[in-house]
């Protein structure tokens, strides 16, 4: 392994058990957010100076002024498609254009899960990239390959300003007090549903559902009224859990989800677990949802198609969907968009999306290069081009000043709904999100635990099973880890 | 009389129909791939649906060779498995007639070495040759898909048969006439053997263009990749673009539906060898 | 003179080697290399990722994963797989084997459309077969009346009896030449004894013809076992493993925890006990069916 990793990997873990620093900065100049309520300050024994000092040192700062070779080469490995491939060709352009020192390649994996095993090979020998786009339930696994430069270490050895950014964004991305990557793309889930329905139904098009309750009793009358066969079409999404757990202040992971000491164990099988998979089953016991896999859109199709009323998928889907009804193929479908529905009303939301990871080892010029595309990148103007045109949620407040933005968002007002539910509600931990080394593999028991429900299996024994096996999945990586 | 041939006429026609049935079941999926490769996606999922192309579209095809990337697909698979039809011929040439007609020490051992490589499943070697084929470096290059698959011993026992059935006589005679073991082997043995080497390469090439998980493993990018992969790629095609899938999957089998047609008779060998007793 | 044969014997044996030689290399590189490091990497827990180093456990890890669950459950879902596709792949293809053999009319358009199957790969077939069981427009599913929502593929009680389906389907022409092959070597003038004897076509079936197919049956009977516990590309294809694992066969499981969640180490320990199984299975149904193997004199 190169020297420059070494160096890395014993600080990194003396700044594991320091305190946050870089987020009370935040806290104090962002207005409206709140950061570190209701959270669980993790010890904060060691004091913020020395954490700071030793963190900005790993920064190679000024390292591409100083460098021979000009312009730094650097490669991003991304896995965007169509219309955000070529948002993001667009920026890529502008910043080699602005920026003669660096020189960024575009390099296209196609998907999160492509982009990650590639990168995992990479590991074992083989050129690697210099800049990583990786899926935000990633992010553990990615530091626990010791391969990347946090990139906490470079905003303080630069004195940049991370005020702006969205709270939830950062906070989701900084594990046991350190900012590992930068926010990149960022979505939620929303409430998709045909007002047209809603109307047949007797409903009020432009009162969606706020509660899982409330929900059930909508899709009730849309059943029975015969306004669509169903009334909600339930994608099987590991979000469900995740979010609704959030949502009504619930842990899905102990150790304060991951952030203040790795998890062992899956927390989200108490109450709420427990109410959330009851109200599944029933939805799919008494026929008001039905279930669709969990890749693809078929969800999004059922409601096209007058199936179902509603649905729940990713505020990214906004795109493709204005796309889809534009073509006039669904006529008299009218759609609505929503915050999602809750266990309680404005539970805050789990950011979704993915960030930028800077990967050490390359050199110091490139390490510094690659940190300023990816900050570049994250900055007001460069999101509300973005978000203007690929339909994700701005990371940073001060995007929404931008014009670009605010025509898109006063042409289409769905896109910003997504935006204001992540900025709405508290920054508790819950609402970070959990930090798991193997989520994928946990994600995987959700899916099968939900197809389960579906099948009519009981919610109680359900949840058990489902906690044994995340629990089991957890373990496994823990000692492979280790 | 007339009872006992009109039982016979009910029996062949319930013979056919049991026929006609069973033709039916094999080839109505092949039937409705070709028929739906023509159609255009919305005469697709038009219902009921359509059984016959009424007005044939080409579109499929067109899409499935340039942005299905079929036709690179289709050159490596070809290349693939010619590569590994020789050398499997090869190979097991040299080492049949070496157990056949050689004598070597410990050459029963090591041909029953050659044989255990029979009971040795894929799944218990796959995880360390990708391992091997890495280090060497050769993911995503032909050596990948190629150099693990030259020798056979299927081959090797198949062409050790066939050189054990050349006659005494004739190797006597070879020698006498000052023939050397190479001279044998290339002029008289490999020609007698026509028909095993004929048969094992059907049967390689077959093998060879059908492998699946293994170059799975080995290739990520187009540029190798071969059909069988491409079709897994061309599966997750959207429900918008289903001819090009099913043209893809016609594309896909022709070739080897070309083999059948032209080298029955050597298929029909290559599969039974060894099975069936004479 | 005798160092000119012994000169000549050693030309000879020189020779043996360097043909088998190259062979000899690529079977020690590719399948007896791997095979110990298979067994030897099963003593080890892998890293998630390159880079960190492999951690003895001893058998530990044999035992936690033959042990566990998953194992169980991955080898039942193999078991019925087989049970679902041998019998009646060989049923079906001897069947129409039988069929095709008689001298009517037209016979030969029969034979052809009967061994068809054999220009399909299983990744052909598959593809075929997941695009037709499409819950939105499959033909298949229209027929079956199960049009939205969740095909059969996604059916926890269906999708392993129609991955066999397309199995036996896709291996019907295979099977069908075969038994066909096997057919052409039963001698007529013992079936015309038979018949001259007075008996019937059944009694001639079971009597002559099924005990002379006896050693095909048992080849074929074997490798639709073995093939079954190599099956790989339809489940990859059709339903990855799912619905909750209810298509997992163990090479499936062997697959994703190797090459998907890079666990090295416990999908050695999968590699090793499907060797053992399919050397096992070979042997029984060598001994046992040998036993009841007619061979003609």
């Known amino acids: ?482 | 009389m007339p009872a006992r041939k009109r039982r016979a006429t009910a029996v062949r026609a319930v013979h056919y129909g049991v026929l006609v049935l069973l033709a039916a079941v094999v080839l109505f999926p092949i039937y409705i791939t070709v028929v739906n490769s023509l159609l255009t996606p919305e005469a697709i999922g038009h219902r009921p649906p359509s059984l016959f192309p009424t007005h044939p579209h080409g579109s499929g095809y067109v899409s499935a060779f340039r942005s299905g990337h079929l036709a690179i697909y289709l050159r490596n698979s070809i290349l693939v498995a010619v590569a590994i039809t020789v050398g499997q011929l090869v190979t097991s040439v040299l080492a049949g007639y070496a157990f056949a007609l050689l004598r070597f020490p410990f050459r029963n051992a090591l041909f029953v070495v050659f044989l255990a490589t029979l009971m040795v499943p894929y799944e218990a070697t796959i995880i360390t040759n990708t391992h091997t084929v890495t280090n060497f470096g050769w993911i995503n290059k032909y050596p990948a898909l190629i150099v693990p698959f030259l020798a056979t011993g299927l081959g090797t026992f198949l062409l050790r048969q066939a050189f054990l059935g050349v006659p005494r006589e004739l190797h006597d005679a070879a020698r006498l006439d000052g023939y050397g073991h190479w001279r044998f082997l290339t002029r008289v043995a490999v020609p007698l053997a026509r028909p095993a080497v004929a048969a094992l390469a059907v049967f390689s090439f077959l093998g060879a263009w059908n492998q699946y998980l293994w170059p799975l493993l080995v290739t990520n990018t187009d540029r190798v990749r071969t059909v069988q992969i491409g079709l897994r790629q061309l599966e997750g095609t959207s429900i918008q673009q289903i001819n090009v899938t099913f043209a893809g999957t016609v594309i896909a089998a022709f070739p080897i539906f070309l083999l059948l047609v032209l080298f029955q008779k050597q298929l029909v060998r290559g599969l039974t060898a060894g099975a069936v007793k004479g | ?297």
């Open chain 1, 1 to 482: 392994m190169p020297a420059t990793v070494s160096r890395i990997r014993p600080r990194t873990r003396r700044i594991a058990v320091a305190a946050i620093p870089f987020l009370l900065l935040a806290a104090c100049s962002s207005g409206g957010s709140k950061v570190g309520s209701g959270t669980t300050s993790p010890g904060g024994a060691t004091s913020p100076t020395t954490a700071t000092a030793s963190l900005a040192g790993q920064c190679p700062n000024g390292a591409v002024a100083q460098s021979s070779q000009q312009p730094i080469q650097i490669t991003l490995w991304h896995s965007m498609t169509q219309a955000n491939l070529k948002t993001l060709v667009t920026l890529t352009d502008q910043f080699n254009a602005s920026h003669p020192d660096i020189h960024v390649n575009l390099v296209n994996q196609t998907s999160y899960i492509d982009t990650l095993t590639k990168y995992k090979a990479t590991l074992g020998g083989g050129a690697r990239p210099d800049l990583v786009q990786i899926q935000d339930v990633d992010q553990q696994l990615m530091i626990d390959t010791k391969s990347v430069l946090p990139v906490q270490a470079c905003f303080e050895a630069k004195h940049l300003d991370t005020s702006d950014f969205v709270p939830r964004a950062i906070s989701y991305y900084t594990v046991r007090g350190v900012d590992y990557s930068i926010p990149f793309a960022m979505s939620n889930p929303v409430l998709y549903y045909n007002k047209a329905a809603f109307q047949k139904a007797g409903l009020d098009p432009n009162k969606p559902p706020k509660t899982l309750d409330e929900l059930r009793q909508d899709a009730q009358q849309i059943v029975s009224s015969g306004a669509d066969k169903y009334g909600i079409a339930l994608k099987n999404d590991p979000w469900h859990l995740e979010e609704w757990s959030a949502m009504a202040g619930a842990l899905y992971a102990n150790n304060g989800n991951g952030r203040d000491k790795r998890a062992t164990a899956v927390e989200f099988g108490g109450a709420t677990g427990q109410q959330i998979y009851s109200w599944i089953s029933g939805m799919a016991r008494d026929k008001l949802a039905e279930s669709t896999t969990s890749n693809g859109f078929d969800n999004l199709f059922a409601v096209a198609n007058k199936v179902a009323a509603m649905t729940i998928d990713t505020s990214a889907a906004l795109g493709t969907i204005f796309d889809v009804l534009g073509s006039g193929q669904y006529k008299d479908i009218q759609l609505g968009v929503a915050p999602l529905p809750g266990p309680v009303a404005g539970g805050p939301t789990i950011q979704a999306g993915s960030s930028l990871f800077v990967i050490s080892g390359t050199s110091p010029a490139r390490e510094e290069a690659a940190f300023t595309f990816a900050e570049w990148l994250s900055e007001g103007p460069q999101q509300a081009v973005w978000s203007a045109g690929t339909g994700y949620v701005p990371v940073r407040t001060s995007a929404t000043t931008q014009p670009v933005l605010q025509q898109a968002w006063t042409a289409r007002p769905q896109l910003r709904i997504a935006y204001d539910q992540i900025l709405s509600g508290a920054n508790t931990q819950a609402a970070q999100g959990p930090v798991i080394g193997d989520m994928e593999g946990v994600r995987t028991a959700v899916e099968n635990a939900e197809t389960s429900l579906f099948q009519g299996a009981d919610p109680t024994s359900t949840m058990q099973k489902l906690v044994s096996s995340a629990n089991s999945v957890i373990s496994d990586y823990e000692s492979r880890v280790s």
């Open chain 3, 1 to 297: 003179m005798s160092r000119t044969t012994a000169q000549s014997r050693r030309r000879e044996a020189a020779l043996g080697y360097a043909f088998i030689a190259p062979a000899l290399l690529l079977f020690g590189v590719f399948v007896f290399y791997p095979m110990v490091k298979t067994v030897q990497l099963g003593f080890f827990r892998v890293p998630p990722f390159p880079g960190l180093p492999n951690k003895p456990v001893g058998f530990r890890q044999y035992r936690q994963v033959l042990g566990s669950h998953d194992f169980r459950d991955s080898l039942k879902v193999t078991v019925l797989f087989g049970l679902y596709t041998v019998p009646a792949g060989i049923i079906l293809g001897t069947g129409m084997a039988l069929l095709a053999h008689q001298k009517l009319r037209g016979i030969g358009v029969f034979r052809t459309i009967f061994s068809s199957t054999v220009a399909t790969s299983v990744a052909v077939a598959s593809v075929i077969f997941f695009t037709l069981l499409n819950p939105q427009v499959g033909l298949l599913s229209y027929w079956l009346g199960k049009v939205g929502g969740n095909g059969i593929l996604q059916d926890p009680t269906w999708a392993l009896p129609a991955v066999a389906a397309v199995t036996v389907w896709q291996n019907l022409g295979f099977t069908f030449i075969l038994m066909s092959a096997a057919l052409q070597s039963v001698p007529d003038e013992l079936l015309e004894a038979a018949r001259v004897d007075g008996a019937s076509a059944w009694r001639r079936l079971r009597s002559v013809t099924l005990p002379l197919l006896s050693p095909t049956l048992l080849f074929a009977t074997v490798i639709g076992g073995i093939a079954a516990f190599q099956a790989f590309g339809q489940i990859d294809l059709l339903t990855q493993g799912g619905p909750i694992n209810h298509t997992r066969v163990l090479t499936y499981y062997l697959y994703q925890e190797a090459f998907l969640r890079n666990n090295d180490g416990v999908a050695s320990v999968l590699a090793v006990a499907l060797f053992v199984i399919t050397l096992v299975l070979t042997l029984v149904q060598l001994r046992l069916l040998e036993r009841r193997v007619f061979y003609a004199r």
